[in-house]
């Protein structure tokens, strides 16, 4: 048998390999030190100074002068320096941990919790939240008393102010009118003023069993009082309205004003008649027929349409082709609560077409008894008195907020025939009217109305 040499072991790397592999590793670790060339000198064996080399003596084609021999050159010395070695000390941030959980609740306790809170209508609400122990919630789901609301509103009813009350609202009255306390020595609550918060009352019961918007403070508080008076030497009548003003802005008339505003034409709450009306004059159309002869078409052809909506769009049809209303942008008139239509033998009982003056701070106004509004509301004047007494006032922003506009009425003065807005009339006649309840005072400024529409000569 041939003798075989044993084989070498597989991973065994010669002595000299060795020793090359740990050079190399020690050449790389010094690149992190900050001594690297005099680490390497010392471990390859250099000189710190090497000696010259020597000039070839080899000759070339031109024989060249032998050089003299350079300089030896000196290393400079370097200060030894201990090698780096890693900080075994380094700092960690502190480790927080999260809190421990608590103990889960064994029992929910029930009680009764109140809170107090102001709405955005004026209303304050004390909300109460009680929590009583039941059954199960399968059980209690199906139980209607388990979940339920029980709501309570409590308001306060005013009482119908005096004279002497009335000088809180408005301190001036007694210089405006000569007469004012005799007036008022003779003043009797009126039986709409009781009428009226009754409406008021009505609808806030109706929408707070439904949940529906509650009548907000303002126009729950918007009549100070309602008093119907006699003048003591004359006899004249007047229903006298305490309240705040807010703006309208209704009505249209073909005759005095053929086109309206691109804002009024593309409304969709723009009313165009008021209560009082007189028959047309001209032959110009209504600016407003031809939108609510579409209207109606439309209503006819849509099925979801009620009987009411087609009705009330069909009548103002017809009113547009047959009368001319008041104009709220240019005609000073003031607006009465649906409720004084109640009540057609009562002396004091005004109606469109009678005239009003209307009396802030020391300024007294001439107008109209214009239209019917809300039966819970009053304290309402068309856009162009508002802007006379506030020039600020927009169909979006009231003129008066407080309780300090009267609203002076002459029952029963209306002119004979309905027409179109007489201003030299209107200015002259609500003059004789307050001569008639003792004149005004040395205090009061009467303001005299101008015709707007009235043509440029």
């Given at each position: ?73 000196v ?31 064994e029992k ?28 199960t ?104 309205m305490?309240?705040?003003?807010d ?17 009024v ?35 006819k052809?849509d ?20 009368f ?15 409720t ?20 802030v ?25 508002s ?71």
């Amino acid at each position: 048998m041939k003798h075989q040499s044993p084989k070498k072991k597989k991973g065994c790397l010669p002595l000299f390999g060795a020793g090359a592999l740990g050079v190399m590793l020690l050449a790389a670790g010094s690149l992190y030190t900050p001594y690297p060339i005099e680490l390497a000198k010392l471990l390859v064996g250099a000189p710190e100074n090497p000696k010259p080399t020597s000039p070839s003596t080899k000759k070339t084609d031109t024989q060249e002068k032998p050089q003299p021999a350079p300089e030896p050159v000196v290393a400079p010395v370097v200060e030894t320096a201990a090698p780096w070695r890693p900080d075994n000390t380094f700092t960690m941030p502190d480790i927080v941990l999260p809190p421990f959980p608590p103990a889960l609740p064994e029992k929910v306790e029930s009680g009764t919790f109140e809170h107090v809170n102001e709405l955005g209508a004026g209303i304050n609400m004390r909300s109460g939240v009680e929590f009583k122990p039941g059954t199960t919630a399968s059980s209690d789901r199906k139980a209607k008393d388990a979940y339920q609301v029980h709501m309570s509103l409590s308001l306060r009813q005013p009482h119908a102010a005096n004279g002497e009350e009335l000088k809180q609202a408005n301190p001036k009255l007694p210089g405006v009118l000569n007469r004012y306390d005799a007036l008022m020595q003779n003043a009797q609550v009126s039986p709409w003023f009781h009428a009226l918060y009754l409406h008021k009352q009505n609808r806030i019961r109706k929408n707070a069993a439904t949940l529906d918007r509650l009548l907000d403070r303002h126009n729950f508080y918007d009549t100070d009082t309602i008093l119907q008076i006699s003048a003591p030497d004359t006899g004249r009548k007047v229903l006298w309205m305490q309240a705040d003003m807010d703006v309208v802005s209704d009505g249209s008339d073909g005759d005095r004003l053929p086109r309206m505003s691109d804002k009024v034409m593309k409304s969709d709450y723009y009313q165009p008649s008021t209560s009082y009306r007189w028959r047309k004059v001209g032959k110009t159309p209504n600016p407003l027929l031809a939108k609510w002869e579409e209207r109606l078409e439309k209503l006819k052809k849509d099925k979801k349409s009620s009987k009411d909506a087609i009705e009330h769009a069909r009548t103002v049809v017809a009113d547009l082709k047959l009368f001319s209303f008041l104009l709220a942008e240019y005609d000073p008139f003031i607006v009465i609560p649906l409720t004084f239509k109640e009540g057609k033998d009562d002396t004091y009982r005004p109606q469109p077409g009678d005239y009003a003056a209307v009396v802030v701070d020391n300024r007294v106004f001439p107008a109209l008894v214009g239209d019917y509004g809300p039966k819970f509301k009053t304290g309402e004047a068309s856009l162009r008195l508002s802007k006379l007494v506030n020039p600020r006032a927009t169909s979006y922003a009231r003129a008066v907020s407080h309780l300090g506009v009267s609203y002076i009425i002459f029952p029963g003065s209306k002119e004979e025939k309905n027409g179109p807005p007489d201003y030299a009339r209107l200015n002259s006649r609500v003059q004789e009217l307050l001569n008639e309840i003792g004149g005004l005072g040395p205090e009061a400024q009467f303001q005299t109305v101008e015709d707007q529409l009235k043509p440029q000569q």
